[in-house]
């Protein structure tokens, strides 16, 4: 069982991934200068009660879930895919492991975030993201084929 957050992850998660930047992605020639790491509005998910948030990375951004307390936690390994359901949609997740954190689920949004002039724009784009995600349909009327992809999703074309 991976470790449970009680309280909000938002600092272990910052503090994991900048060292995470500092170290193993210094240099990373594909990462988008303008951005830095922070962790945009992690809260509780009343649907599963995970914590679910945006990771913001110069290499990546992603969305997250980190397991709580009291919370049904899938048994998988790193590197497996979890199937998370939401109003708008069934989202594939990767399962990640970190020293300082555990077990998490993330779904890739944008890697490499080269399309952000600024941290402003990336997190404007996060709540967005966070936003459109717990609308039911995605706020639009039920797709009749094939789910969008994450860039459709987002309003950035195929």
């Given at each position: 069982?991976?470790?449970?957050?009680?309280?909000?992850?938002?600092?272990?998660?910052?503090?994991?991934?900048?060292?995470?930047?500092?170290?193993?992605?210094?240099?990373?020639?594909?990462?988008?200068?303008?951005?830095?790491?922070?962790?945009?509005?992690?809260?509780?998910?009343?649907?599963?009660?995970?914590?679910?948030?945006v990771m913001i990375c110069p290499w990546?951004?992603?969305?997250?879930?980190?397991?709580?307390?009291?919370?049904?936690?899938?048994?998988?390994?790193?590197?497996?895919?979890?199937t998370w359901h939401f109003p708008s949609?069934?989202?594939?997740?990767?399962?990640?492991?970190?020293?300082?954190?555990?077990?998490?689920?993330?779904?890739?949004?944008?890697?490499?975030?080269?399309?952000?002039?600024?941290?402003?724009?990336?997190?404007?784009?996060?709540?967005?993201?966070?936003?459109?995600?717990?609308?039911?349909?995605?706020?639009?009327?039920?797709?009749?084929?094939?789910?969008?992809?994450?860039?459709?999703?987002?309003?950035?074309?195929?």
């Open positions: 069982m991976p470790p449970l957050w009680n309280n909000n992850p938002t600092q272990a998660l910052n503090e994991s991934f900048r060292h995470i930047a500092t170290t193993r992605m210094a240099g990373f020639p594909l990462a988008n200068p303008m951005l830095e790491v922070e962790a945009v509005a992690f809260r509780r998910y009343e649907r599963s009660g995970h914590w679910l948030g990546a951004m992603n969305l997250m879930l980190l397991p709580a307390p009291g919370a049904a936690w899938p048994d998988k390994m790193a590197g497996d895919k979890h949609g069934d989202y594939d997740f990767t399962i990640a492991e970190e020293e300082a954190l555990g077990t998490y689920h993330l779904c890739s949004l944008f890697s490499p975030p080269t399309e952000f002039e600024s941290q402003e724009a990336a997190r404007q784009t996060a709540y967005a993201v966070l936003a459109a995600l717990v609308l039911e349909g995605g706020g639009e009327e039920p797709p009749t084929e094939a789910p969008p992809s994450r860039r459709s999703f987002l309003g950035l074309g195929r």
